[in-house]
Nanobody, 123 residues
């Protein structure tokens, strides 16, 4: 089974910065993760994509975070990070780490989610 363990998050004032990290692990070891990313879900709203990055380094950002958030990953360590700058109150949400197509021995997992970490931005 694959696990995603998130760290970071917390409370920050508007205009501040926070970093999130996520590490993937499996008892049998991970051969490859095709894509990794971050989603978020605010109270009363649907979960939405924040940013994603492929194993080749191609990135995709939600329009609302472009220019403020930066996603990065370390393929060797199976980690993905999200640096969030110029935070706004509307960024307040539970942030979830996501890994798409995780290849291990003996099985491949189509999608894995972390448990979520709360980011609160005060005005």
């Amino acid at each position: 089974q694959v696990q995603l363990v998130e760290s970071g998050g917390g409370l920050v004032q508007a205009g501040g910065s926070l970093g999130l990290s996520c590490a993937a692990s499996a008892a049998s070891g991970i051969l490859r993760i095709n894509s990794m990313g971050w989603f978020r879900q605010a109270p009363g709203k649907q979960r939405e994509l924040v940013a994603a990055i492929t194993s080749g380094g191609s990135t995709n950002y939600a329009d609302s975070v472009k220019g403020r958030f930066t996603i990065s990953r370390d393929n060797a360590r199976n980690t993905v990070s999200l640096q969030m700058n110029s935070l706004k109150p509307e960024d307040t949400a539970v942030y979830y780490c996501n890994a798409g197509v995780v290849i291990t021995i003996p099985r491949t997992y189509p999608e894995v989610w972390g448990q979520g970490t709360l980011v609160t931005v005060s005005s």
